[in-house]
Nanobody, 125 residues
């Protein structure tokens, strides 16, 4: 009974910035690691970033390293993804995910068992 809802997506020109938000509700006390994945049309869902339960340790895909920053507000049961220096190849549906079992900031999709419905990010060239 954990639900994740993403927001903050939209249309942005290359070089711009967006901040995505993920709000968790329900049995939020069961959430450990949280992550962001993205999926372009015709492509598989791919790892973007993850952060541990403490919010102190984050992991990023090489394609977004030094441009994106993931954070979380534990008290408010929210996670965020600040995206800077957006590129057209960042265009995708961005999904928030949570790992109820396991503490590792995994990059593999099967490690996460709670998913949001996604928010569209479109970056124009």
């Amino acid at each position: 009974q954990v639900r994740l809802v993403e927001s903050g997506g939209g249309l942005m020109q290359a070089g711009g910035s967006l901040r995505l938000s993920c709000a968790a509700s329900g049995r939020t006390w069961g959430i450990g690691v949280m992550a962001w994945f993205r999926q372009s049309q015709g492509s598989e869902r791919q790892f973007v970033a993850a952060i541990d339960a403490s919010g102190k340790n984050a992991r990023y895909a090489e394609s977004v390293k030094d441009r994106f920053i993931m954070s979380r507000d534990i008290a408010k049961n929210m996670a965020f993804l600040r995206m800077n220096g957006l590129k057209p190849e960042d265009t995708a549906v961005y999904f928030c995910a949570a790992r109820r079992h396991g503490a590792g900031v995994a990059a593999s999709l099967p490690s996460y068992d709670v998913w949001g419905q996604g928010t569209q990010v479109t970056v124009s060239p």
